[in-house]
């Protein structure tokens, strides 16, 4: 059926009409859904990322973060909206703003950037996108190529307030995908020139754009060399800024552009401040939710470890670890939740997990720790399949492990030994592996006269790639040298 010929066509078209709204940087743009809309979207997302992109626990940079971006938001087009800025604890390298004002900035891009300039430069960025509502275009161009979607929800905000809810159902499309890596090369662009902008408004020098832009796309060479080494696909960044290609006249011509509105007071650079504020800040895998050292998994801020099967693969994950079997032949998830009111893991197995008809089933201490585990059927990675469940009190903490093989007949039977061993495994950590729980951090030192990264690296706890990867941090890459008396940044 034509979308004209739709029962519901007369309400497309005034919503067309009406939503070709004003943008507020200028400009007539295609918008479906009010700013009321926008920020209840905008909260509702905040909400479904929180598991996903938690906050980094470290107030003079989360402070840092929050005051430039107040000043650069209290410029922009939109200063009347709630911005709120927040620094993610994730090593990816990264940078996005959601609906209505809510900006992310990675501590994984944080380390690689070396003045409040550079750091205005990306927040001024996403800013930028907030101003000229790039998110809320691209979710009404989502609604216009999904018709049926699209009508339904016409119809529900048509008679009501729907409209947000309807929104807020779309948000594993809208942000599972291009929002958070990138827009098209021409919002990009324009988030740049708002950025640059708000930048020499603050007393930024808007030329960091520059130097944020080169040191990203230095990573992006490294890793496309270094996956063409190692016979692999390259991980490429996707994110702030990744649309730009390495020399960019239009971005120069951006910046020459703001020339005239720059503030009266210029703000100094003072690198050093903003690098010193960076000493101690973790560098890679959070290790704040835990770490692994070989088979061992640390849960340093409980005092817990385990020890997976010989050979799995480990993945600590946001909301869960996962060990799988080698050839994907069984896998072992353990996550955390809250006990609530449950007496008993017997009561938290039944009543929070919803399981039943359970076999093998038993209580029992582990670690001093009251503890139950049993087999019942459940859906897995491999279908509906038995599961051996294992779940631990620790005060109102509950760990819960899940274990499932992939043969229908004869995967439990060939696993269950090892996921009983895991969960069996848990303990309070040894004094030696609760030192091993601390990962990685960025400590800041001056060089001194001969001073090399070859040097350097000869110390680092960087895994692989270690002289190349501290030229990447001092923005040193690809045959640099630190400068005697210069800070520069390691990883200890």
């Keep these: 059926m034509s979308i004209l010929r739709h029962p519901l066509a007369p309400w497309l078209l005034v919503a067309l009409a009406l939503a070709c709204a004003r943008n507020p940087t200028g ?8 700013e009321e809309d926008e920020i209840a979207l905008g909260h509702a997302s905040v909400e479904q990322l929180r598991g996903q992109f938690p906050a980094y626990k470290n107030r003079e940079l989360q402070a840092r973060v929050e005051r430039i971006g107040a000043e650069l938001a209290a410029l922009s ?16 390298v990264n940078a996005f703003a959601l609906p209505g004002g809510h900006i992310y900035v ?45 009508l339904g929800s016409l119809a529900a905000s048509a008679f009501g307030d729907a409209y947000a809810g309807a929104a807020a159902a779309d948000l594993g499309n809208l942000f599972g995908g291009a929002l958070l890596s990138g827009y098209g090369r021409e919002d990009e662009l324009q988030a740049d020139r708002l950025g640059a902008e708000y930048m020499a408004k603050a007393g930024y020098d808007p030329e960091a754009l520059l130097d944020v832009i080169t040191t990203l ?97 480990i993945q600590n994950e946001p909301s869960r670890v996962l060990a799988i079997a080698p050839g994907n032949e069984a896998v072992l998830q353990l ?27 038993a209580e029992f201490t582990l670690s001093g720790l009251p503890a139950f585990t049993a087999v019942a059927k459940t859906d897995t990675p491999y279908g509906n399949r038995e599961t051996r469940f294992s779940v631990v009190f620790m005060g ?93 940044k390691l990883v200890k």
């Design 77 to 92: 087009h939109r200063p009347d909206i709630a911005y709120d800025f927040t620094l993610v604890d994730t090593p990816d």
């Design 106 to 150: 990675t501590r994984g891009l944080l380390a690689y950037l070396e003045s409040d300039a550079e750091l205005a430069g990306v927040l001024g960025h996403e800013i930028g996108h907030v101003a000229a509502r790039h998110s809320v275009q691209r979710h009404s161009q989502q609604r216009l190529t999904q018709a049926g979607v699209y």
């Design 396 to 488: 109102s903490q509950v760990y819960v492990f899940q274990g499932a093989g992939r043969d229908h007949a004869h995967g439990l039977d060939q696993f269950d030994r090892d996921f009983l061993d895991t969960a069996g495994s848990l303990r309070p950590l040894s004094e030696r592996e609760q030192a091993a729980t601390r990962g990685p951090v960025i400590r800041v030192r001056r060089a001194t006269e001969g001073t090399t990264y070859e040097a350097l690296s000869r110390s680092t706890r960087i895994k692989s790639y270690q002289e190349q990867t501290l030229r990447l941090l001092n923005h040193q890459y690809p045959e640099g040298e630190p400068e005697a008396g210069s800070l520069i």
């Design 335 to 361: 996550t955390l939740a809250d006990r609530g009111r449950n007496k008993t893991p017997r009561d938290f197995f039944r009543w929070e997990m919803r399981m039943s008809n359970e076999t093998h089933a």
């Design 217 to 313: 796309k230095d990573q992006e060479i490294f890793e496309i060399d270094r996956a063409a080494e190692e016979g692999r696909r390259a991980n490429v960044y996707h994110g702030v800024f990744a649309s730009h290609p390495s020399a960019d006249q239009r971005l120069k011509e951006i910046i020459e552009s703001v020339a005239g509105t720059e503030s009266d007071e210029r703000r100094p650079e003072d690198r050093e401040a903003f690098l010193l504020s960076l000493d101690g800040m973790a560098f890679g895998p959070s290790w704040a939710h835990g770490v692994i050292r070989g088979r061992n998994f640390y849960l340093g801020y409980v005092g817990m470890g385990l020890t997976f099967p010989r050979d799995w693969a």
């Design 27 to 34: 400009g007539t743009d295609l918008v479906m859904m009010s």
